[in-house]
């Protein structure tokens, strides 16, 4: 790691350390006093299991909690009874308002295509006192250049409006291909599930959208210099706590994301600290760095929940399944006053 | 089951974020918003793939024709997760299938709200509850 990056990764611990810690301190005595940290046969902290993200933390700070890091024990107790209680609703088979979605009214779309069911993990989300995923900048927003900011505003207008006249045109999610790594351990579009092996010298995360799979040398190697889509990842371990440093990446720029906020360029830089604190919870932080989309580094610290044993990944065949494409398309010729696509 | 009026002062925002919303922007270029539809039906395939379920049904039409749609539902790996099988929605189901036309005007619609006739959820289960999670 160069002198700038470490230099960089203190910085942003400060903050995280701040926040995590008023995250950590409300876990169950129990389990913080009773917990030892298991290790693997050859002494690595063993991070495995099946993790993901599920807090109701947006990454970026809503506007009316400007200026302020963390919420209220009030208000956390409130937003715990507000998730429980969308939680039972949706259970109960319940839609819309009572499970936190907008209404029919505001948007068919957007978060409404489907019956929530589809979607539904079956429990409720956590409630923790950080206002944004975001610790840096302190504002919690992304800090975007002013082209990056027209790319998402472009990419926001686009939404369902396309034009749609080309494979091309759909997002690279849209395309099977991935929605990047910059949140690849905290979301997807099918909840973000993230499983970690660990091997002598290697730890893997398998991400169940897109098969998207990284395999992190632990071995005290250099990185090289081949650029690949998902950049190349090279770990070491500090402590007990596994820092990954992701660089290489191609650039994709050209193409469509689905955020612009995770979409690679050959100067995307990502730092990632990995700490497990209990049986069920991970600190894990992600420090993003890239000027071509940011006018500095920023810092998101997401707490990420082991799921229970059994619990499994299944494979996304996406692209045989990817009806979508071939019927935008000809969504497409039809209003461009041609014939539908022959199927 | 009590439907909360969220009167907290900081409501809003604490609830802004309530479902993570699927920043993919293709859906409303496949479907028309402005074609709603309304299908009951009979299920005659489930395709249990991703990134997206379908559901193919018989309806019958105004005339007595029998018209084969093809709805699209979400991924199916959550459904695996809580313990959903074919057997929850088994060929030959009565459904109501409440979506959007495709734009092009195929028979195709997405399948928003998916109930069977007698108003039942096919979709039902706990968390971990699964043939997959023991």
Not at chain 1, 115 to 131: K, V
Not at chain 1, 182 to 200: D, E, K, L, Y
Not at chain 1, 212 to 241: C, F, K, M, N, Y
Request: charged content about 25%; aromatic content about 8%; glycine content about 8%.
């Amino acid at each position: 790691m160069s002198r700038r990056t470490q230099k960089l990764s203190r910085a942003v611990l400060v903050v995280a350390a701040a926040i995590i810690t008023s995250n950590t301190e409300r876990l169950p005595a129990q389990e913080v006093d009773d917990w030892t940290l298991s290790r693997t046969p050859w002494g690595d902290p063993d991070l495995q299991g099946v993790w993901r993200y599920e807090g109701a933390t947006p990454l970026e700070r809503p506007d009316d909690l400007a200026g302020r890091a963390t919420l209220t024990d009030e208000e956390i107790a409130e937003l715990a009874r507000i998730e429980a209680e969308r939680a039972a609703n949706r259970e109960a088979g319940l839609d819309g308002v009572a499970v936190g979605r907008s209404t029919l009214d505001e948007s068919p779309i957007r978060g409404n295509e489907y019956n929530i069911f589809w979607q539904d993990h079956g429990r409720a989300r956590q409630a923790y006192a950080q206002t944004s995923l975001i610790v840096d900048p302190l504002d919690g927003k992304l800090p975007y250049t002013d082209d990056a900011r027209i790319a998402a505003r472009r990419s926001d207008a686009r939404y369902g409006v396309g034009p749609y006249e080309s494979y091309l045109d759909p997002d690279t999610g849209e395309r099977c291909l991935t929605d990047g790594v910059t949140a690849i351990m905290w979301q997807g579009p099918n909840g973000g599930h993230n499983r970690i092996v660990q091997s002598p010298g290697f730890v893997t995360i398998l991400h169940e959208e897109y098969r998207d799979r990284r395999i992190i040398p632990v071995d005290g190697r250099e990185h090289g210099s081949i650029r690949q889509w998902l950049g190349e990842a090279v770990g070491h371990w500090e402590g007990d706590t596994l820092v990954v440093e992701t660089i290489n990446f191609l650039d994709r720029t050209n193409y469509e994301w689905a955020s612009i906020w995770t979409r690679a360029s050959e100067s995307l830089h990502i730092i990632e600290r990995f700490r497990r604190v209990s049986e069920t919870d991970m600190e894990y932080t992600i420090t993003v760095e890239d000027p071509k989309t940011f006018t500095r580094p920023w810092t998101a610290a997401v707490p990420i929940t082991r799921l229970p044993d059994g619990i499994q990944i299944y494979e996304y065949a996406c692209h045989e399944g990817n009806r979508a494409m071939p019927n935008l398309l000809s969504a497409g010729r039809v209003e461009a006053g041609l014939a539908p696509s022959a199927n | 089951m009590r439907i909360s009026l969220i009167a907290f002062v900081a409501g809003s925002a604490l609830a802004a974020s309530a479902v993570q919303v699927s920043a993919h922007h293709a859906f409303a270029a496949e479907f028309d918003v402005n074609r709603p539809i309304t299908l009951t039906g009979t299920v005659v395939e489930l395709e249990l793939i991703n990134p997206h379920s379908w559901i193919h049904l018989d309806v019958t039409s105004a005339d007595g024709t029998i018209e084969r749609w093809m709805i699209e539902g979400g991924p199916p790996n959550a459904l695996f997760r809580r313990g959903f099988t074919r057997a929850a929605l088994p060929i030959g189901s009565e459904i109501v299938v409440e979506g959007f036309q495709a734009k092009d005007g195929s028979m195709r619609a997405n399948g928003r709200d998916i109930v069977f006739t007698d108003g039942r959820t096919p979709f039902t289960g706990s968390f971990g509850v699964g043939p997959d999670s023991r």
